[in-house]
């Protein structure tokens, strides 16, 4: 579970996202920040009895204002996530707290040119494999479709007439479903994020399956 004061924390934020604001409100931070480590805690440990995990990651407030347009200084939300452990084991389970727009995320959004490739490669010779499960019911029940960013028309050396062309245009493979944040004041919502999660394994084994292997599936060491 985590505090009400969470979301005023964050909402307060996103009207007065300055350094002296910040500063003076240090205090606030860290009871915000302590609260989001214990639910991302509370995640962990179950989520963990049914796949292996790395240690908890929880982002920094701070932004790299390096080269962006938008100069202001903080992030207005709090996140986390768990990586699968494993040098094959692709994928992560991400937990994203924000005032209106509160989320979790399953997928593999870091995907390099080489493993898109190899995931269109699985798609154009067996597109079962991963349509079986992500149209199973409870999955799409949970999970909808995918999110995240997709070319405008078909790969190069794709033809835009294929007939899993949607499938082959994605970027990365990302779903996320949103949260009701009142619920994450009660154990009722951390169990739920739970749940939604282990429905989502199966499409992260998929992932790591396909990305460890070749095509005549002989793994790749």
């Not at 067996?126 to 029940?141: A, M, S």
């Not at 949103?178 to 499409?203: M, W, Y």
Request: charged share 25%; with cysteine; proline share 5%.
């Amino acid at each position: 579970m985590i505090s009400p004061q969470v979301f005023d924390f964050l909402s307060a934020l996103q009207q007065n996202n300055d350094r002296s604001w910040f500063a003076a409100h240090k205090d606030s931070y860290e009871v915000a920040k302590s609260s989001v480590q214990q639910l991302l805690s509370a995640v962990f440990e179950p989520l963990s009895a049914v796949d292996a995990l790395e240690k908890i990651h929880m982002f920094r407030i701070y932004k790299d204002v390096r080269f962006s347009k938008d100069k202001s200084p903080y992030k207005t939300h709090l996140s986390g996530y768990f990586a699968r452990a494993g040098q094959k084991n692709k994928g992560d389970y991400y937990v994203h707290i924000e005032p209106g727009n509160t989320f979790i995320a399953v997928g593999y959004w870091d995907i390099n040119k080489e493993e898109l490739a190899r995931m269109r490669a699985e798609i154009d010779l067996e597109p079962e494999g991963l349509k079986q499960i992500i149209e199973q019911k409870n999955f799409k029940d949970t999970w909808g479709a995918f999110t995240g960013p997709t070319l405008k028309s078909a790969p190069k050396g794709w033809d835009k007439n294929h007939p899993e062309i949607e499938l082959l245009r994605r970027q990365n493979y990302v779903f996320t479903c949103p949260l009701d944040q009142n619920k994450l004041t009660t154990a009722q919502g951390v169990r739920e994020i739970v749940d939604k999660f282990i429905v989502a394994r199966p499409f992260l084994v998929y992932l790591s399956e396909v990305l460890s292997t070749d095509l005549n599936g002989e793994s790749i060491d």
